[in-house]
């Protein structure tokens, strides 16, 4: 086959060649026929190959590179596309359509800001043009502009008002702000503009689904069904419709189809698991967990209901095991508390099914303290069961960040986490990694903290947990002793963070902020236990929107983005301490990675290279922002990046570059 290709391309540039010797004027003509040709047919390596020769020989065509750059952009060479649109545009500066094409391109690079430079120019010079309004309010949607982007599908639908598309974006934002009425009027008119894409029905259907329509919603479903049978948002979320109405026998056979489709989907298998458990087929229902559990390795509530479906089939001991590893992954979770007390009871364990039981009432009086708070209200009801579907919008979380664009899969590089203040026992591979950078103010904190494990890490600690919670007990037995100094609520709050206490330590470390107010490594660890705090819940509040936009001009623009949960304490945090300390590398490099982790990044970035400035040895600033070059489309770059870190010692460099230049280079 392979062959077979290259004979092609070579045919067809000996054909392109032969036919240039008759007449230029001619011949350019035929190029941008033939180039044009190609790309109708989908074949845009020919068209990159036709359309090279052309610039070749004249090389102020600035149509040739803007027909190229959507040829590359068709390839998913966003960098190159982006080169080529720019080219056309420095030739032919009052070129609208490289304007509205290389705005969609950065947009799909997530430069959301250069986009809508871009979509203004385009705009400016062609305000009649429809097109640029549409791509600008999908870049907008992308963005959460949603009154921006409103206003761009207002002015799109006065030109064009048979394009479905336009009335299920501008749903979309009306749903994201709130007003359901004026959603649901756009879902009706994008579905009477095309009755045959499935897409309308289905969100539809979701709104139907939400607010527990359920006969319209399963219509809705099953008319997008009959028009794509492959088509797995609408047979997800109608199985969510037959669970949901007392009909799991029905809501099997969607899951099934879903799980023939995609046989990796671990929120399929999760679902299925459901409701295999509620007629009765346990082992089926285990297998599923299993295969949730293989996919999905640190999400809460597979434990926990696995843990649940073991204590009915009478298997004790492996539902301790696994609420001991949903506990684990979420201290906080008083649900777990309480079931785990019950069956330790039921192993004749009664000393530990009182300590739970006292510990769940503990944490469920601190949960309706904050019911105000919504970041624990998923909490407050502790006697909630999790064991109801989940839609086709709800994601699976699993590795610590994993919910965030950075981490969109378990397959990829994972980047590197947070830097904090620590307890470590000595061990000069992990003292040689972190004190590359030396701070002669952080020393001077660590000595005023008089705690020799103290150290500045990315790394997990490696002090057992048993011992942690020892040093824990030690230090709350000293402050009921004296009055608790900001050292000693500090420390405090560095065990209570490493046993996973989130909550308590974020109060402890507030104490310690409250009383010295100035210091910036208080600030540091504050965030970094915030964002951890964040991560936990997000594995089980983990349902996200998703966007897809399948006719933009540029030949299907797509953004299946997740839910990025709100790290904003945590980066106020952050900015307090660059304030107090505005040389301290660390600081910028956990400020990207929460930028990163909230899919700003264009920001990461920039605070990345914040850190490689103030520490050019900085191998771990390097490898992420290769990691994020590499997200925004900049392979070269971010391998670049990568091949530096690895000089500079991170191991997992190397591994990284071999995942993303594999396959890469054409020989």
């Keep these: ?131 640029p309004y549409y791509s600008r309010g999908v870049t907008r949607l992308l963005n959460q502009q949603f009154e921006e982007a409103i206003s761009d599908f207002d ?17 979309m934002c009306y749903l994201y702000l709130k007003d359901t009425l004026k959603a649901y009027e756009d879902f009706e008119t994008g579905i009477r503009t095309n009755r045959e894409d499935p897409n309308g029905y289905n969100r539809r259907g979701t709104l139907y689904m939400q607010q527990k329509r359920f006969a319209e919603a399963e219509q809705d479903f099953d008319t997008a069904i009959k028009y794509d049978s492959a088509y797995i948002p609408a047979l997800f979320n109608r199985a969510v419709v037959y669970s949901d109405t007392q009909r799991p026998m029905l809501a099997l056979q969607d899951l099934n189809s879903v799980i023939a489709l995609d046989s990796t989907n671990s929120l399929a298998y999760f679902n299925r698991a459901i409701v295999r458990s509620q007629i009765g087929d346990y082992n089926n229902a285990l297998q599923d967990y299993d295969r949730v559990v293989e996919y999905s390795p640190n999400n809460v509530l597979v434990y926990y209901n696995r ?49 739970d039981k006292q510990t769940a ?4 009086a601190e ?26 919008d709800a994601k699976m979380a699993g ?24 307890l470590m026992y000595p061990d000069s591979a992990i003292v040689a990694r972190d004190e590359l950078y030396y701070a002669q103010r952080a020393e001077d ?27 824990d007990r030690a230090l709350l037995d000293s402050m009921r002793i004296q009055e608790p100094s900001w050292v000693l609520l500090f420390q405090r709050g560095v065990t209570q963070s490493l046993i996973k206490q989130y909550t308590n330590a974020v109060n402890t470390l507030s104490s310690a902020i409250a009383a010295n107010p100035s ?67 660390y600081s910028y490099y956990n400020r990207a990675n929460l930028h990163a982790i909230s899919g700003h990044l264009p920001e990461a970035y920039d605070d990345y290279s914040k850190a490689i400035e103030l520490n050019p040895d900085f191998g771990e600033a390097y490898y992420n922002r290769g990691l994020v070059q590499i997200f925004m489309k900049d392979t070269r770059k971010g391998c670049l990046d990568l091949s530096k870190a690895g000089e500079l010692g991170i191991e997992n460099a190397y591994e990284a570059l071999k995942y993303y230049t594999a396959g890469t280079i054409d020989q």
């Design 445 to 471: 904190f660590k000595q005023k903290v008089g705690n020799p494990l103290l150290v500045i890490s990315r790394d997990e600690s490696n002090i057992a947990a048993d011992s942690l919670v020892a040093m």
């Design 307 to 355: 843990a649940n479906l073991y204590s009915q089939v009478g298997e004790i001991e492996a539902a301790v095991e696994d609420y001991t590893k949903a506990i684990s992954l979420y201290p906080d979770f008083a649900n777990a508390y309480l079931n785990r007390s019950y069956m330790k009871f039921l192993l004749n364990d009664p000393a530990g099914a009182r300590d």
């Design 155 to 171: 002015m799109f639908i006065r030109q064009e008002k048979k394009v479905a598309d336009a009335y299920i974006n501008r749903g």
């Design 1 to 131: 086959m392979r062959l077979r290709a290259i004979r092609k391309t070579v045919i067809t540039l000996a054909v392109l060649f032969a036919a240039w010797s008759a007449s230029t004027q001619y011949n350019k003509e035929y190029f941008f026929y033939m180039g044009r040709r190609f790309m109708m047919e989908d074949n845009y390596q020919d068209a990159i190959n036709t359309l090279n020769v052309l610039l070749r020989f004249d090389d102020d065509a600035y149509e040739g590179y803007f027909l190229r750059g959507i040829a590359k952009y068709n390839l998913d060479d966003l960098l190159g596309a982006d080169a080529d649109f720019s080219v056309a545009i420095e030739k032919n500066p009052v070129f609208t359509n490289a304007y509205t094409y290389r705005a969609i391109t950065r947009s799909r690079l997530g430069n959301y800001d250069d986009a809508l430079k871009d979509f203004h120019e385009a705009i400016e010079l062609r305000p009649d043009l429809p097109g």
């Design 519 to 585: 210091n910036p490594f208080l600030y540091i660890n504050r965030s970094t236990t915030r964002a951890e705090m964040i991560d936990f819940i997000s594995s089980i509040d983990n349902s996200y929107q998703r966007i897809s936009i399948d006719s933009d001009p540029a030949n299907r623009l797509r953004n299946s983005g997740s839910r990025t949960y709100d790290y904003n304490d945590a980066i106020e945090d952050i900015n307090k301490a660059i304030k107090l300390y505005p040389t301290f590398a």
């Design 399 to 422: 590795d610590a960040f994993e919910t965030t664009a950075m981490n969109t899969t378990d397959a990829g590089p994972k980047i590197i986490p947070l830097f904090k203040f620590t």
């Design 361 to 364: 009432e503990k944490k469920i």
């Design 367 to 392: 949960y309706r303290s904050r019911l105000s708070d919504s970041t624990y209200s998923i909490y407050a009801d502790t006697t909630q069961k999790f064991d109801k579907l989940l839609s086709f």
